[in-house]
């Protein structure tokens, strides 16, 4: 029996993400994302159905009031985390994006140190926002009391 040295690539099928987990779509469709302006396949993404949609609104709903507790300090904790993840995989995803969406290395690496500063710059500003708008001063009489910058 002859082998063939070609073999057909194994593409990856991202899933949805709902409620924490990585769900197939309902329907079972899938896309095919494809190389900009060629026709060479990257890989194959899962098509919602209505049915996947209102799941994830109705546990986006769910999540919320949890995520609004949360204080405006740990959720720049939680940006500055996310930089710091993109940072320590800054390579791979210059690679990726070299790769998949034909950019050159210069290209690739100035739009991956540009992801990472967006998320420092939105972490830095999310438990300061107040102080530049103002806030209501909590008096103990029968009117309000302002502060502005």
Known sequence: ?????????????????IGGKFPRTESGRYLVAKKP??????????QASRKDLRDAVRAARKAQPG???????LKGQILYRAAEMLEGRADALVTELKASAG???A???SET????DQLV?????????????????????????FTFP
């Open 103 to 105: 950019l050159t290395p």
């Open 67 to 73: 995520w609004a507790a949360t204080t405006a300090y």
């Open 107 to 109: 290209q690739a690496r």
């Open 37 to 46: 302006g060629g026709r060479e396949h990257l890989a194959n993404y899962c």
């Open 113 to 116: 140190e540009a992801v990472i």
């Open 1 to 17: 029996m002859a082998s063939s040295n070609k073999r057909l690539p194994v593409l990856k099928t991202y899933k949805l993400y």
């Open 121 to 145: 710059y939105y972490a830095g500003w999310s438990d300061k926002f107040q102080q530049l708008f103002g806030s209501v001063n909590p008096v103990a009489a029968s009117y309000f009391n």
